[in-house]
């Protein structure tokens, strides 16, 4: 594993503007702050991307985000929504490879952030969605 900047914030190497911080778990303000309070939420353990999450691991760090979420409600009244993003592996658009959760706190339809993707619902019929289904299922009896 070589190290990513995240380590180096986690032991204080470099400077990062904490919001959060654990014995398990870090959040700090995102350097790009696509929306004001652009917080990234991280396990202090490495881990690339949430498929190397133990059960554990993600148990701590999912119970963290309601509560950062919540700091940031308070701390900007003015916030109408907020996206919590987890991008993992590079087609991911994943960059930084220390897992990570980005909390976008949203203000309005001009923000300067935005999603889109597109439906394909009409690709499948439901005996497609019964089988995809399925394979999930039996992947994660497999697991």
Do not use: C
């Not at 109408?80 to 309005?108: C, K, W």
């Amino acid at each position: 594993m070589s190290e990513t900047i995240f380590e180096k914030i986690i032991k204080k190497e470099i400077p990062a503007h904490i919001v959060y911080e654990d014995d398990e778990v870090l959040a700090f303000l995102d350097i790009t702050q696509v929306t004001k309070g652009h917080t990234l939420v991280i396990p202090k353990e490495h881990v690339a991307t949430i498929f190397d999450y133990s059960d554990e691991l993600a148990a701590t760090v999912f119970s963290r985000v309601p509560k950062i979420a919540r700091a940031l409600q308070r701390a900007f009244p003015e916030m109408v929504g907020l996206n919590i993003l987890n991008n993992n592996g590079e087609q991911a658009y994943q960059s930084v490879f220390h897992s990570h959760l980005h909390l976008i706190p949203r203000y309005g339809a001009t923000d300067d952030f935005g999603l889109k993707w597109g439906t394909n619902n009409d690709h499948y019929t439901a005996e497609d969605l019964k089988a995809l289904a399925e394979t999930i299922r039996a992947a994660h009896e497999e697991a």
